[in-house]
């Protein structure tokens, strides 16, 4: 059964779907779970891109496609599985280096995307500076001052 989204409208002459808030969170809610990959200087050959995926080792099922030449869209069916990747470090599939950004209702594949996670390490940090504060001390003397 299909079930009309959006309100049609007529704008200076020309004719406008638009949807509300609730209508496109709902629409937005089936993609989740899913990940652009981005290659930065060239992308696999699709065989590339499906084998790299399968290896590595996801719990669930997933789907890729192509967004453009240099993005793809990983479409996951567990949220463990998207945590993996994209709390993950870089990724390379084969020998392509890949980055992995959260998809958003307002991704443009020509725009650099506003979030990333940051893996820092500490050797030696003593346990009890693992703490929210301590943590947030730390990187903003060293944030600051980055060459010193």
């Known amino acids: 059964m299909l079930v009309l989204v959006g309100t049609h409208k007529e704008r200076d002459g ?13 629409l937005a809610a089936a993609w989740k779970l899913t990940l652009i990959g981005k290659f930065s200087f060239a992308i696999p050959h699709p065989k590339g891109i499906a084998s790299g ?7 669930g099922t997933f789907s890729w496609s192509f ?3 240099s993005h793809i869209i990983i479409k996951l069916q567990l949220e463990e599985d998207f945590n993996k990747l994209w709390m993950g470090t870089l990724w390379s599939l084969g020998d392509y280096p890949m980055r992995v950004f959260k998809w958003t209702p307002s991704f443009n594949p020509r725009l650099e995307a506003p979030l990333a996670p940051v893996w820092i390490r500490l050797p ?13 001390a730390i990187k903003a003397k060293f944030l600051a001052h980055p060459f010193k």
């Open 53 to 59: 995926l399968s290896a590595l080792n996801l719990k």
């Open 14 to 26: 020309k004719q406008i779907l638009g949807f509300s808030s609730p209508e496109n969170d709902r």
């Open 67 to 69: 967004a453009n030449p």
């Open 124 to 136: 030696g940090l003593p346990i009890h500076f693992f703490d929210h504060n301590a943590l947030f």
